[in-house]
């Protein structure tokens, strides 16, 4: 186990990929491979400066073609999108095989799973990750179709991870069980440190102790969920020991530089306090669209003094967020906001000249919104049920479409900045959400119910896999994902292998005692989508 890590780490898998379409020879007569070329420039153009920014005339010089060919072989640019889409998942398939299987199972799957990792942390692949969500967003021309294309090219994905995960099953190292669940609570904590890291807004994810010992965890939690008495016995016998592994591993390429905090980040976000209170002291709204909707309705209210810049400055904001849901934000226009707003363009310019910056406060009231409404205290005994309501809730909130359209502002405002991927609301959001789940987790400490140290690690145990199997599937690919049963029993699965990881002998005694387990609350689960939760007032971060 203690040798070098896979080839994967030292160089960029799926950039080569697109590299290597470009490096392709064309005959003359020949426009088949002419189309392909074109295509792999495309995706080129995306990772270099976005498919918001991608020009044709740029395209076709990275093709070594005139852009009369270009037009002639792609007349409709919808067209090319499509098929570029499906190009490149056909490249991120084939950059996961650039993994050989190794001999030994369990070294294999470990080194999947570093391999995976090193995949999505690719600039390449991170702006070919966000053109795809563009492209199915609910606004997008082109949505079906991308969103077909999408689906299919990661069922490709899962099929390898089905038969790596099938392997270990058969060979004894993991206990049968659901291969679909195991895939997420596998891939989910990978995924929540690299794509939906940048998805958020919130720039690169570093580990503290470096990445190879970053994915053992990860891989070394699988297994003491699925692990078989075989695995442990192969531990013990031969000398399987993850901290030695990854202490023994050599350090990945650095991870790119990013932009200098002081002039980026922002110290909160707008109304987020309001929000919390609206939240805890008023009648709680059937759902988080129906709160954002009289919310910014109350906010674009004229107050008593028109002369208020406060009050105008919020009604413009509040104002650009709702055009964002409504239209889009590659269809916002400036006209519309001040109509919405109830002022002139001249003043909207006079109050904000520059337009990222109106982009980025419709940003930062979006996020408050979601804070606030996820930031929901829930009272049960059950330190299970308690964790998976946590969980239910926001798979409630981000699997509801519109809910997309609220948020969707932030992938525009990251296409826009082309390779810098991290936006100004980064380091107070993820603030934010640490000390939320720390609240959570402190509450079990002090019960006696969890050990280890509350980290980001702990986290992504617990919020890693079911964002992945729901709102990230759901924003990325464009398709409602169907677990094998219902939400509240996933997420109930998700919360009881957190607590297999974390859990302490005094969890565990309580459990078996008092009846915590998932026969004991299906008449709870049936009627979870009905249920109210209990509100207290968060604590203040």
């Not at 395209?59 to 999108?81: C, G, Q, W």
């Not at 390898?160 to 679909?180: H, M, Y």
């Not at 958020?200 to 190879?212: A, F, L, N």
């Not at 695995?231 to 592994?245: I, K, M, R």
Request: hydrophobic share 40%; glycine share 6%; net charge negative.
């Amino acid at each position: 186990m203690n040798a070098p890590f896979p080839r994967a780490e030292q160089h960029r898998c799926f950039e080569q990929q697109i590299r290597t379409q470009l490096s392709v020879r064309v005959r003359r007569q020949d426009d088949g491979t002419r189309s392909y070329l074109i295509l792999a420039a495309v995706l080129q153009e995306w990772a270099e400066v976005g498919l918001l920014s991608a020009q044709m005339t740029t395209i076709a010089a990275r093709a070594k073609v005139s852009t009369a060919t270009l037009y002639r072989l792609f007349p409709n640019r919808d067209e090319m999108h499509l098929e570029t889409l499906a190009l490149g998942q056909q490249l991120l398939v084939e950059a996961m095989k650039e993994c050989p299987p190794h001999p030994n199972p369990v070294r294999d799957l470990l080194e999947m799973a570093q391999h995976y990792a090193a995949v999505l942390r690719e600039p390449y692949f991170k702006q070919f990750s966000l053109s795809q969500t563009f492209m199915v967003r609910m606004d997008s021309s082109v949505k079906e179709q991308a969103s077909i294309i999408a689906v299919a090219g990661y069922a490709g994905l899962i099929q390898c991870w089905q038969e790596r995960l099938q392997t270990l099953v058969d060979e004894g190292f993991l206990k049968p069980a659901s291969i679909n669940h195991m895939i997420f609570r596998l891939i989910g904590p990978i995924e929540a440190r690299t794509l939906h890291w940048h998805h958020s807004g919130r720039g690169t994810y570093i580990p503290d102790k470096g990445w190879p010992h970053e994915i053992a965890t990860i891989v070394e939690a699988f297994f003491e969920i699925y692990g078989t008495k075989k695995y442990e016995t192969a531990c013990q016998t031969l000398g399987w020991d993850w901290s030695s592994f990854a202490a023994a591993t050599p350090s990945p390429q650095p991870e790119p530089a990013q932009a200098p905090e002081a002039t980026l980040e922002s110290k909160g976000l707008l109304q987020l306090e309001s929000l919390e209170r609206a939240v805890v002291e008023g009648p709680l709204p059937a759902d988080f669209i129906a709160f954002v909707e009289g919310q910014l309705t109350h906010m674009l209210t004229h107050g008593s003094n028109r002369l208020d810049t406060s009050d105008r400055y919020l009604r413009i904001v509040a104002a650009t967020l709702f055009e964002n849901y409504r239209v889009g934000y590659e269809q916002i226009s400036m006209a519309g906001i001040a109509k919405r707003a109830g002022v002139s363009t001249k003043t909207l310019y006079r109050t904000f000249p520059d337009d990222l910056n109106l982009y980025r406060e419709a940003h930062s009231l979006g996020l408050a919104f979601f804070s606030a409404w996820l930031s929901r205290d829930v009272e049960a005994a059950n330190p299970i049920k308690r964790m998976a309501d946590y969980l239910k809730i926001a798979v409630d909130t981000y699997l509801d479409t519109r809910s997309l359209q609220v948020s969707s502002i932030q992938f525009g405002l990251l296409a826009d900045q082309g390779r810098e991927t991290r936006l100004h609301t980064s380091n107070f959001i993820k603030s934010y959400i640490f000390a939320f789940w720390s609240r959570r987790f402190s509450r079990l400490k002090a019960e006696g119910y969890l050990q280890g140290e509350i980290d980001w690690t702990m986290i992504h145990a617990l919020y890693g896999p079911i964002q992945s199997l729901s709102w990230g599937h759901k924003s990325n690919l464009g398709a409602t994902p169907t677990p094998e049963g219902s939400w509240a029993e996933a997420c109930w699965q998700v919360a009881e292998d957190f607590f297999v990881i974390y859990g302490t002998p005094q969890f565990h005694a309580k459990r078996k005692a008092l009846g915590w387990d998932a026969a004991e609350q299906s008449e709870a689960d049936t009627n979870s989508s009905n249920e109210v939760m209990a509100v207290v007032r968060t604590n203040e971060i």
